[in-house]
């Protein structure tokens, strides 16, 4: 298992610097976040919980390479390879009932109704139709669970418990 990055809780990831492009100081950058207002030109984010501040972002090839203030070579920039831009929990808007951010799933216990634990969620996966739930249990195979309303019965982000409905064929793994 990988040693996961930790940053205070008060804070979300919004992308991670991969490797530095030009000598400029610009590094190209994974978002993971899917509103682009996050990554723009002066917008206000923080790398290792340190505020700094976007003074250019292109997207040459599809992905956006960034340019940060104190970092306008490509020597100070290569210090900032892996670690993840991030932005303060306050500043998200709130979302509709019944809608999660991702970084308020992971973590969460996993039962069913009928009060068997399941395991923790660990990613979303993003398809087509729905998102799909990864559930791992150590010493078990992964369980993938579609975050469908048939599915998901009830989620208590506060408590950090989901409780879904075994539907049948849902988990023939298992014996439920």
Known sequence: MGKNQEFP????????????????????????????????????????????????VQSPQGYPIIQFAGYEDRQSAEV???KLISIEKDSLPKLEIDTYYVHDLIGLSITTNEGIILGKLVDVLTTGANDVYVIRNHGQKDVLIPATAEVIDNINIDDRIMTIKVLPGLLPDLEI
């Open 80 to 82: 900032l390879l892996g």
């Open 9 to 56: 809780t008060d804070f979300v990831a919004v992308g991670k610097i991969n490797q530095p492009w030009g000598i400029h100081g610009h590094v190209k950058v994974t978002p993971l976040t899917d509103n682009p207002e996050r990554l723009v030109t002066n917008a206000s984010v923080y790398i290792d919980s340190k505020l700094t501040k976007i003074l250019d």
